[in-house]
T-cell receptor
């Protein structure tokens, strides 16, 4: 079965520092991977997605993620975070021809001034 | 585009009362999902519909929970009777299923507190 694992439940970081949020996947079939962000008191929204092609995917708000097949990873990165990036980030994989999504346990990014 | 619309945004109810959460998916989407989010269990898929038909309800906690989708533009999640452990944020989401690269879009959630 396809699934994703987010290794860090919380990541504290200072403003303007770089950050990496880790996601590993398990799949025996073609992989499509998503990152969603949830700001406080809001629903989840799409940050970026990998379907095929270039392994480096750029998303909104300066985030990017790299698909690494050999390491079965899809880590999310940002070179310089802002206070407004404080949110919870979810890695996700679609199942059954995109009829269902499996979400990881989430990583809370706390950006400190 | 109005996005996925949920109501009510906040509900406080007493244990034993019936709770009905409502959702209007994005027009044209053919899949609808109900998720529950809690601190302890994270984001859980309760049920999803495809073309108004329930496909997988294995995540529905127990018989107290029921969901319907009478047409393509409306769905309800009902809890009867409600219990304090049902307190959570309930999200409705929709997507155009079967299309490679499609995205699932979430509503802003219904915050339920059962006292």
């Amino acid at each position: 079965a396809q699934s994703v694992t987010q290794l860090d439940s919380q990541v504290p970081v200072f403003e303007e520092a770089p950050v990496e949020l880790r996601c590993n996947y398990s799949s025996s079939v073609s992989v499509y991977l998503f990152w969603y962000v949830q700001y406080p008191n809001q629903g989840l929204q799409l940050l970026l997605k990998y379907l095929s092609g270039s392994t480096l995917v750029k998303g909104i708000n300066g985030f990017e993620a790299e698909f690494n097949k050999s390491q079965t990873s899809f880590h999310l990165r940002k070179p310089s975070v802002h206070i407004s990036d404080t949110a919870e980030y979810f890695c996700a994989v679609p199942l059954y021809n995109f009829n269902k999504f499996y979400f990881g346990s989430g990583t809370k990014l706390n950006v400190k001034p | 585009d109005a996005g996925v619309i949920q109501s009510p945004r906040h509900e406080v109810t007493e244990m034993g009362q019936e709770v009905t959460l409502r959702c209007k998916p994005i027009s044209g989407h053919n899949s609808l999902f109900w998720y529950r989010q809690t601190m302890m269990r994270g984001l859980e898929l309760l049920i999803y519909f495809n073309n108004n038909v329930p496909i997988d309800d294995s995540g529905m906690p127990e018989d107290r929970f029921s969901a319907k989708m009478p047409n393509a533009s409306f769905s309800t999640l009902k809890i009867q009777p409600s219990e304090p452990r049902d307190s959570a944020v309930y999200f409705c989401a929709s997507s155009l299923a079967g299309l490679q690269g499609n995205t699932i879009y979430f509503g802003e959630g219904s915050w339920l507190t059962v006292v």
